[in-house]
């Protein structure tokens, strides 16, 4: 079945860097477009930015420009979403989701990770 | 502070419909189409509507999803105890580089 999988809950100290992954199954990881977006304790979705699994482009929010980067390895269909510089309100839950990359039409972000604890503390 | 407005709370008793709203600018809802997610406690968010109206497979029909002009809107119909969840709206906004922005987010109560 289709799902996205992903890596285990992180604690981390201000100043250091978090990296996520997002491992894929169950349908052709270049076909879709993949998503982050977070959630702090007891508050809404913030979208982080996409990356095309296909040509490696992404498209960050500005929010996080300079601080995050989102890869991919195709060989083993994972998605990456590395955030620096971490700040205690950086503490949330990370999401992955995929978009079909079909072009202007907008679909939805149709399935989700299970979601990431990352916790940042001194 | 979201960039898409709704009320932060909504409630009906089983059977009955509510709607929740979403209100946006001429750069997102106004030029885009929105989406909808549904968030049980403890859970990652589901799509519940995208392209304004349209229901995902094995969505329910009770769900049904509208927009005029910079507002949207999601309606459920023979409300369940189910439904208790946080809804929220998304749009693509254009300005700047583009990017996905949400609602805040209403919680629903099934009284």
């Known amino acids: 079945q289709v799902q996205l999988v992903q890596s285990g809950a992180e604690v981390k100290k201000p100043g250091a860097s978090v990296k996520v992954s997002c491992k894929a199954s169950?349908?052709?990881?270049?076909?879709?477009?993949m998503h982050w977006v977070r959630q702090a304790p007891g508050q809404g979705l913030e979208w982080m930015g996409w990356?095309?699994?296909?040509?490696?482009?992404?498209n960050y929010a500005q929010k996080f420009q300079g601080r995050v980067t989102m890869t991919r390895d195709t060989s083993i269909s994972t998605a990456y979403m590395e955030l620096s510089r971490l700040r205690s309100d950086d503490t949330a839950v990370y999401y992955c989701?995929?978009?079909?990359?079909?072009?202007?039409?907008?679909?939805?972000?149709?399935?989700w990770g299970q979601g990431t604890t990352v916790t940042v503390s001194s | 502070q979201s960039v898409l407005t709704q009320p932060p709370s909504a409630s009906g008793t089983p059977g009955q419909r509510v709607t929740i709203s979403c209100s946006g600018s001429?750069?997102?809802?106004?030029?885009?189409?929105v989406n909808w997610y549904q968030q049980l406690p403890g859970t990652a968010p589901k799509l519940l509507i995208y392209?304004?109206?349209q229901r995902p497979s094995g969505v329910p029909d009770r769900f049904s999803g509208s927009k005029s002009g910079t507002s949207a809107s999601l309606a459920i119909s023979g409300l369940q105890s189910e439904d208790e969840a946080d809804y929220y709206c998304?749009?693509?906004?254009?300005?700047?580089?583009?990017?996905?922005?949400f609602g805040g987010g209403t919680k629903l109560t099934v009284l």
């Open positions: 989701a995929r978009e079909p990359a079909l072009g202007v039409a907008n679909y939805g972000m149709d399935v």
């Open positions: 169950g349908y052709t990881f270049t076909g879709y477009y």
């Open positions: 990356i095309n699994p296909n040509s490696g482009g992404t």
């Open positions: 001429s750069s997102n809802i106004g030029s885009n189409t």
């Open positions: 392209s304004n109206n």
């Open positions: 998304a749009a693509w906004d254009d300005s700047l580089n583009g990017s996905w922005v």
